[in-house]
């Protein structure tokens, strides 16, 4: 898990650096970064570069 200050990533939502950053494997070997916003507690997910939420994730997991 990463700290959002140390990477300068801020939030998607309300642009506060308060996010952590949890990097998984799905179950298909797809690399995915789950961040989550302590201040609006908006969460997202990315894979190589593209944000999505979490509708997208189910998909990626019913893809495989």
């Known amino acids: 898990m990463k ?3 140390i ?3 801020v939030c ?3 642009g506060q650096s308060s996010v952590i950053e949890i990097e998984m494997t799905l179950p298909d070997g797809t ?3 789950f961040c989550s ?3 609006c507690e908006a969460r997202w997910w990315n894979r190589e570069g ?3 939420e979490v509708d997208g994730i189910i998909d ?3 893809e495989g």
Do not use: I, N
Request: glycine share 10%; charged share 20%; hydrophobic share 40%.
């Open 3 to 5: 700290k959002a200050s």
């Open 7 to 9: 990477d300068g990533l």
């Open 12 to 14: 998607t939502s309300c």
């Open 31 to 33: 690399e995915v970064v």
């Open 37 to 39: 916003c302590h201040v």
């Open 50 to 52: 593209e944000t999505f």
């Open 60 to 62: 990626l997991v019913g």
